[in-house]
């Protein structure tokens, strides 16, 4: 007796909606957790037995293509159940049909141009906020096909506010309070561009006897989130906490899909989320991160940025202690001296992390400070994202209560900076105990000579929501589709 066919399907609600909707262009997701990266690879293979399809998916750089439990990863586990055949140097999938899924990036605007000519049957975005609205517009000119399949145009995306993605969704959010409006989810609207304007219309007849010269396209939004991920939830019940432990900002975009908010002054540190205690523990790993800056107030800047040095420690029970910050306005030779002393008053105890410009400058900055720090451990970090993006981490950890100052006459100022921040003059200080605190959680920091540390805790590295959906959704090998297209 042969072996029953598998029919690969989606979840009920969102993601089946998803793959079901007829519109020429499918934004899903707004929210962390709904399954977008395995629908939209399952849209992906609908029409693998046409020797003729082709389907492009991009994200915005390669390395996220080939990050751990990204969308290559996720393919591996899904495209071979159809038999497919992976080139990993062209990152494609070959299927048996003569079908291609391909991944590709978009890292610089001008990439776009590299698909001048190519003819695309399905383009995906995964993450669509990360790209911008001039590359996802010349792509839709690519969006074409001789396969016999209309071409469309599938997208995931979580909330970014100052995104093209936010005011194309608009009629789909509710403009007061951010959410998406349930009963508009799936709903398809059709649009022209007219004077370099969108044009709406609830239906393309309305848009053709007002703009007869125009075609419209279709286009609808559907949200998502952790609710309707039911093989996910079962699977990884304590994912939610992962959600709750960021910041309120972060919590309120990825766990909520609020589409209006942006970090304000107070949303990502607040004074009375850090205790005064009058000396740190015993044991702790220390290290002091320097934020330079090489400019004294004068006529033409009055305020310039500080220098400032945060030095932070994790003790054993892992709490973590701001001792001191050493801050003030120098030029360059001054700035050095203040590193210098700041470090022999430290202690060779302590590493010294110097923030490292980028480009090749920097570099020769970074080796001209360990050498003239020689004797004590130095670490030039170049720093990873943008100023908000690597204060989260220490931002979460403050919310929950485990950052505590030392108390010193330093503590009111470092408390308004990281109060204002986002928002405030200054942010030296804030970019300190981030760097601080980052560097003390990426293991390069080793523990002084007789210290006595716990050994690091396991820390949950979620999969991928792929790899979740694929384990409850996928059985044996044959493809039959749940639903077709229009």
Known sequence: MAAPATV??????????????????????????GGKTFALLLEAVRHSDNPQFGAVIFRRTTK??????????????????????PNLSSLSWAFPSG??????????????????????????????????????WYLL??????????????????????????????????????????????????????????????????????????????????ASSYKDNAIGMAKDPKYIANLDALTSVEREQLKLGNWKIRAAA???FKAEWFKIVERAPDGCRWVRYWDRAATEPNPQNPDPDYTAGVKLGKSPDGNYYVAHVARD???????????????????????????QDPAQAGKFEADDYVRFLAGFEVRP?????????????????????????????WNKAFLDELEAFPKGSHDDQVDGLSGAFNFLESNNVQPSAGATVEAPKDTYDPQSIAERQRRGLLQNRAYRPFFRRG
């Not at 996220?64 to 055949?85: H, I, M, N, R």
């Not at 170049?382 to 030392?406: C, F, H, M, T, W």
């Open 381 to 409: 970090i170049p720093p990873q994202g943008d100023k908000e993006v690597r204060a989260r981490p220490a931002s979460a950890q403050a919310e929950q209560g485990n950052i505590y100052l030392v108390r010193g006459p």
């Open 141 to 222: 000119s690519r969006n074409r096909s001789a396969s016999g399949v209309a071409p469309y145009i599938r997208a995931t995306t979580n909330p970014d506010p100052d995104s093209f993605v936010a005011g194309l969704i608009a009629w789909w959010i509710d403009q007061e309070t951010g959410y998406a409006i349930p009963e508009r989810s799936g709903v398809v609207r059709w649009f022209v561009r007219y004077r370099n304007e969108l044009v709406w219309a609830d239906t393309a007849e309305e848009l053709q006897d007002q703009y007869p010269d125009l075609s419209p396209k279709s286009l609808t939004f559907i």
């Open 8 to 33: 690969i399907r989606p979840q009920p609600g969102p993601q089946e909606a998803f793959l079901a909707s007829p519109a020429d262009i499918v934004i899903y997701g707004g929210a962390a957790f």
């Open 99 to 136: 079908a291609k899924v391909t991944f590709a990036h978009l890292e610089h605007e001008k990439n776009k141009l590299d698909w001048q000519g190519a003819q695309v049957a399905m383009i995906g975005f995964d993450e669509l906020t990360h790209f911008t609205a001039g590359q996802f």
């Open 266 to 268: 107070g949303d990502y």
């Open 64 to 85: 996220q293509v080939k990050a751990e439990g990204g969308l290559w990863d996720t393919s591996e586990e899904l495209f071979p159940l159809l038999e497919a055949q």
């Open 329 to 355: 306005r120098k030029r360059p030779a001054g700035v050095k001296k203040l590193i210098k002393g700041t470090a022999q008053a430290d202690g060779v105890a302590c590493t010294v992390g110097i923030e």
